[in-house]
């Protein structure tokens, strides 16, 4: 199943199939840059991983700027 992910002022939100789920940015308590892929932790037991393989440097930088940022680093939605 194909999954599309948008990240902008509201928080992160993934598609999938029918399914839209978005996890705003008062729920992100920490995240984490891993080969491939940045993990979102929201609390102590659920993360979600973004995975990062198919973005150029630049934009795998921009992305970890946001999400360490808290979505406050977003310019242009």
């Known amino acids: ?3 599309a992910y948008r990240v902008d002022r509201t928080g992160i939100t993934i598609t999938a199939g ?3 789920v978005t ?6 308590t920490g995240v984490q840059r891993r ?3 940045m993990i979102v932790h929201q609390g102590w ?3 979600l991983g973004i995975p990062t393989g198919a ?3 630049q934009d ?3 992305l970890w700027r ?3 940022s808290r979505g406050a680093a977003q310019t242009v939605d």
Do not use: D, I, N, Y
Request: charged letters at 20%; zero cysteines.
């Open 1 to 3: 199943m194909t999954r």
């Open 35 to 37: 080969r491939g892929q």
């Open 60 to 62: 795998q930088t921009r």
């Open 18 to 20: 029918f399914s839209t």
């Open 23 to 28: 996890t705003p940015w008062s729920a992100v």
């Open 55 to 57: 973005l150029t440097e």
């Open 66 to 68: 946001l999400l360490q």
């Open 45 to 47: 037991r659920k993360m």
